[in-house]
């Protein structure tokens, strides 16, 4: 078996008394698409922002192929190949949807310059490809504070792609989502990170998404992990049942 | 099923970048340059004067305008002035350098590099925090220059005429040379600002404004990027501050004082921060509505400057420049709700 390319080992967060993260061990392979599910509050996105370098762990190390980053800060890691996009997307909304490609173009590759135009030509045409990839380029002239909610997700998610990551980490990508757009929405998004050779980890609470998009899934439950399987086996474990889809009766005497 | 979602507003069609190319900014720069030479030939000594001292007090201003791209605005700007202006009139009386433009660059290197060591520290702070700490900063050299006698303490000291190119000035030609120098180092310098605002450390500047937090997840430094804008502002100072020593021959303190601060930060409000232009403009509107209000209210001339300010933000809140900046791209939304 090959070393993973990240592996988290014994994380531990505390916020006072809440526990965030216990005991977290996690190895995730090249190329997998992982899952995290678990209600509000179960520590998904603690996890996503220890291994992105925004929260330090109490105690634990996290690896990204072999490396300790552990305690890297979020702009170094991404320097490293992570990416991340947010549960609410963090944009520039006084730019336009081009230049907020071009920011993270010039700032992934670590070209910027005094003196270049920031609109360079194979800045835009990188910019413009990967617009294209996620349906995004009839937008691009237009401010993002103007944009809806589902193109903001995608152009949050476009955005971390610029640096063509190893690891990319997607904090809800439907959530905020209409029903009937997120399985369009993530069909966008998986078959433009399917031109890369990427791992993704995305947090999820739609269990038809992780379902279908899913190679693995991680249950999380008060900081803990509950399930770590294959989607159908993990959706149908117990545990999964009563604490995260709430489709196993609790039977009380 | 078929991969679209619902974008709810029409889209626009594609339409190429709105940046003036280099060559425009160029010429055009030149063209206005030129003709502002050749317009100080004829203007009357007062208005010759008024403009140099609107020009180098706009370069100041220009520095604060740089710092508001990036979201923060100095209310101490009085310091680098300052700064630049004793460190020109400090090399003409004690180490003998006469040369106007030599006097005018080195205000600007010594005021950068005597905040250089500052500038870490100032790029963690934001919004008042970064403001007041400007402020004290600039007060605080206020205090050391009053206490220094070596420098003439609350008096200040004078400087003697400069020298341009090694020609020693004549009463009938200082000021219009004193102009043209003027005019031609804010020209290269805003014309360096405008390209650095249309650079990709220029657009981070915007995005930094905008979003640090995505700004760190994408690998930029936005730490780097305030240090830098801070710097950049300093050399445009401490420039600015050379260029009115020469003219006033005189410098005291009051350089550094608040008010003299308050001045730039009034004028960079007046500007907006999108435009190069306008922020000479405002400078001069500044020059005009302060030479004219002291001349006819000698005691209110600051109520005049307050109305008049009033109106601006009432009726132009992105600035002077505004009215001719398209409302597109980074100016469309700047001043929607943060």
């Known amino acids: 078996m090959t ?24 190895d995730v392979q090249a190329g997998e698409r992982v899952s995290l599910i678990g209600s509000n509050g179960a520590g998904k996105t603690t996890f996503v922002n220890m291994i992105t370098g925004y929260l330090k762990p109490d105690a634990g190390r996290i690896e990204l192929a072999g490396r300790d980053i552990t305690p890297l800060d979020p702009r170094a890691i991404t320097r490293l190949g992570v990416a991340r996009s947010f549960q609410i997307p963090q944009l520039y909304p006084a730019l336009s949807v081009l230049d907020n490609m071009l920011v993270a173009i010039a700032c992934q590759e670590n070209r910027l310059s005094f003196w270049q135009v920031a609109r360079r030509a194979d800045a835009v045409a990188r910019a413009d490809a990967l617009l294209e990839r996620f349906t995004l380029l009839e937008h691009r002239e237009r401010l993002v504070a103007e944009l809806p909610g589902g193109v903001r997700k995608l152009l949050d998610i476009a955005m971390a792609l610029t640096g063509e990551p190893q690891l990319l980490l997607l904090d809800e990508p439907t959530s905020g989502v209409s029903a009937e757009e997120k399985f369009p929405m993530m069909e966008i998004v998986m078959t433009a990170v399917g031109a890369q050779p990427l791992t993704v980890l995305f947090v999820e609470h739609d269990m038809d998404i992780v379902e279908r998009y899913a190679d693995r899934v991680v249950a999380f439950y008060s900081g803990r992990i509950i399930a770590d399987a294959a989607p159908q086996a993990a959706l149908a474990a117990d545990e999964v049942r009563r604490y995260v889809t709430g489709t196993l009766e609790v039977t009380t005497c | 099923m078929s991969a679209s979602i619902s974008t709810a507003v029409p889209a626009v ?18 063209a206005l340059t030129a003709a502002l030479l050749v317009a100080g030939a004829f203007m009357p000594k007062w208005l010759t004067f008024l403009v140099t001292m609107a020009a180098s007090h706009g370069l100041v201003s220009l520095g604060i305008v740089l710092m ?11 310091l680098v002035f300052a700064i630049g202006a004793y460190a020109a009139a400090l090399a003409y009386t004690r180490l003998g350098m006469t040369d106007a433009i030599g006097l005018a660059v080195l205000g600007g290197f010594v005021a950068t590099l005597a905040v250089a060591p500052f500038a870490p520290l100032l790029s963690r702070y934001r919004g008042i925090f970064f403001a007041m700490l400007t402020l004290a900063l600039s007060m605080v050299v206020f205090g050391v220059l009053v206490k220094t006698d070596a420098l003439g303490g609350s008096d200040g000291f004078n400087m003697g005429r400069v020298t341009v190119l090694g020609q020693k000035l004549g009463d009938a030609q200082v000021g219009y040379v004193l102009y043209a120098v003027t005019i031609v180092a804010a020209a290269v310098l805003a014309l360096l600002a405008r390209i650095y605002f249309d650079s990709s450390r220029g657009l981070l500047s915007l995005a930094v404004r905008d979003n640090e937090l995505r700004v760190e997840y994408l690998g930029g430094s936005v730490r780097r990027a305030m240090a830098i804008n801070f710097m950049l502002a300093a050399f445009a100072g401490g420039t600015g501050g050379a260029l009115v020593v020469m003219s006033l021959g005189h410098i005291d303190p009051n350089f550094s004082y608040w008010t003299t601060s308050g001045e730039f930060v009034f004028v960079a409000i007046l500007a907006g921060w999108q435009s190069v232009l306008a922020v000479f403009i405002a400078s001069t509107v500044l020059e005009v509505v302060r030479s004219f209000s002291s001349l006819y209210f000698p005691n209110t001339w600051q109520l005049s400057l307050g109305l008049f300010l009033l109106f601006v933000i009432r009726f132009l809140p992105r600035g002077i420049g505004s009215l001719w900046i398209r409302r597109t791209g980074a100016s469309r939304h700047q001043d929607a709700p943060r």
């Open chain 1, 3 to 26: 070393a993973p390319l990240l592996r988290a080992s014994g994380l531990e967060k505390r916020f006072g008394a809440l526990v965030a993260a216990s005991a977290i061990t996690l």
């Open chain 2, 13 to 30: 069609p594609m339409r190429p970048p709105q940046r003036a190319s280099r060559h425009l900014l160029v010429i055009g720069g030149i």
């Open chain 2, 68 to 78: 508001m791209r990036g979201g923060v605005v100095s209310f101490g700007q009085g």
